[in-house]
């Protein structure tokens, strides 16, 4: 009886007037008691969520760049193009996959693979 009475008062069905028999300040008391131990307690498991979440993310880009360190590639790779010291990706991408069939019909690379 006494937990299906706290589990009426976490949603707000409750008769005031029946808590103040008992005293206005008691019942005052136990209610604002029991609504922080409760909001507490949400938020804990809430706490909680977050960082099992935020500790899954973090596993996964631990090893990743950051984007000041991407925004600085692409600086270098822009100047680099620019003042023609770096061949451009798209080109070298290109010159793969033109000789990506010859590379898989060579002899040589079986003991690679």
């Not at 969520?49 to 973090?58: F, G, M, Q, S």
């Not at 010291?85 to 080109?91: D, F």
């Not at 070298?92 to 010859?102: A, H, M, P, Q, Y």
Request: overall charge negative.
């Amino acid at each position: 009886r006494s937990i299906f009475a706290c589990f009426r008062t976490l949603m707000t069905i409750f008769d005031w007037e029946e808590l103040q028999r008992i005293g206005h300040y008691e019942a005052g008391f136990w209610l604002a008691t029991f609504l922080v131990i409760l909001c507490g307690f949400m938020l804990n498991l809430l706490t909680a969520i977050l960082v099992d979440a935020y500790t899954e993310v973090k596993a996964t880009v631990d090893q990743k760049d950051t984007i000041f360190t991407e925004a600085l590639h692409m600086l270098f790779r822009f100047r680099g193009r620019y003042q023609g010291e770096l061949i451009p990706l798209e080109r070298v991408l290109t010159g793969l996959r033109e000789i990506e069939g010859s590379v898989e019909a060579c002899p040589a690379t079986e003991n690679f693979t």
